[in-house]
């Protein structure tokens, strides 16, 4: 047993220091670049090359078979090389949590860039090579890839954060995922690689991120909870706190880590299905359920089919709407690091719900407007004014807060199992609006954003009634909040029990002091 100081926790000496250190920003600049960056990323550089890719399969086709590529065919390859990315996120989601489990949350990164390597290359030598296949094969990788960043990356940001910046550092998550998106349009233009000599180099450049992550991260420690609630390495956890917190503010941590792994009594990572059948954890997966479904679901796929029609309407020019189709992947970065200068002083219900409520103001105004887009002048620049709007209010709300609430809402034996169900529910919900919105939208035309109006309204008021703050509260206070939800009545007993355990765990530790 590692021996300790036994110092009130440092409480009258010093406060936690409000910002992070070098070397925490530094992490979460490792971590995002070959995580959510990735899937920002590949998911925005697949829209520049579109008709270039059409071209290279009838191409392809022709010389193959000797004989023209058909409308309908051509259709279903493209949907395929699209989607195929989407079906491997949700792969890549399904073993994120088990690859975090046995190697690690570092070592589940770092060997995960070994499939991004693999899909650059595939996906780079199917124009020369003339194999559409290499193509649809890289785009699966990419996507794998992807799944496993998103359920990694906020599970080892949120395990390293201190409490009281642990939602800042977690909003890496989406700053470097709108980051990824923003660069992906920068590349994508013409100008750039976004050009028919150069699409094959677009696809295959997602190797930079990847072998910068490889570069970067192994300058960094483990998640310090999982060596000593997952493997036992007290030690190893200490270092690597003095690594991310300095040797002043180490201690304060690595006590709230030795209370959880008291409180979890050995009880080892669980499985996604063991969480469905355990009431503890009801309202927890509930909320991850709805949440992760409201951000997919709320609208924002709709906003951006509609934006070339908008900018349209407003007198900007065929040639001049990816330039400032940038703006707003600029809106989204600007408003992933707004959150993150917020999140630890407003707190996460304020912002999420907020985002929500307004997103709900927007579907409405934008409803109108585009109703109205002809009958006044001045009506098409409140449509754009509304699209750009909603991205801020998505950006500053759900699109931020989300994955950091995942984060906090399970203690360390359930996490990467709720993060496997999160991932699957997004990328299950991804998947079916983009199957499905084409229909919507050409049912309900623009009374579509009714639909998303009212499901942005219903997931603000879920949060509102069940969802308690979770700012500056350890894990453990997190769930106690939440056993009042699962247990009712008995939740009382539950938080005595607690208590108990908490009780005996600092006995213990003034003995080994």
Partial sequence: MLRMEHQPLLRGSSSPCKLPSWTLFLAVCAVGIGGTFQYGYNVSIINAPTQHIHKFLNETWSSRYHKELNADLLTFLWSVIASIFSLGGLCG??????????????????????IAILASILMGISFPTGLFELLIAGRFLIGINSGVGLCVQPLYIGEFAPKHLRGGLAMGTSIFLTGGILTGQIIGLRELLGGEKHWPLLLSSSCIPALAQLLF?????????????????????????????????YRRELEDIQRECFALEGEKPRKPWQLFTDPAVRWQLITVIVMTMGQQLSGINAIYFYATYVFEQAG??????PYVTLGTGVCECLTALSCGLLIDYVGRRCLIIGGYLLMTLWCTVLTFSLTYQELYSWVPYMSMMCVFAFILSFGLGPGGITNTLTAELFVQSSR????????????????TVGMLFPFIVNGLKQYCFVVFLLECFFVA??????IPETKNKSFLEIKKEFNKLNFGRNARKKETELYERRQLQDEFLKVSA
């Fill in 93 to 114: 989601a399904l073993i994120g949590g088990s690859m975090a489990i046995r190697l690690g949350r570092k070592g589940a990164l770092l060997m995960n860039n070994v």
């Fill in 217 to 249: 991260l192994p300058w960094f420690p483990e998640s310090p909870r999982y060596l000593l609630i997952d493997r036992g390495d007290e030690l190893s956890c200490a270092k690597a706190l003095k690594r991310f917190h300095g040797s002043s503010e």
């Fill in 316 to 321: 900007i020019v065929a040639e001049k709407i």
């Fill in 416 to 431: 990467p199992a709720a993060y496997m169900i999160a991932g699957t529910v997004s990328w299950i919900s991804f998947f």
């Fill in 461 to 466: 008021a879920f949060i509102f009634l069940i």
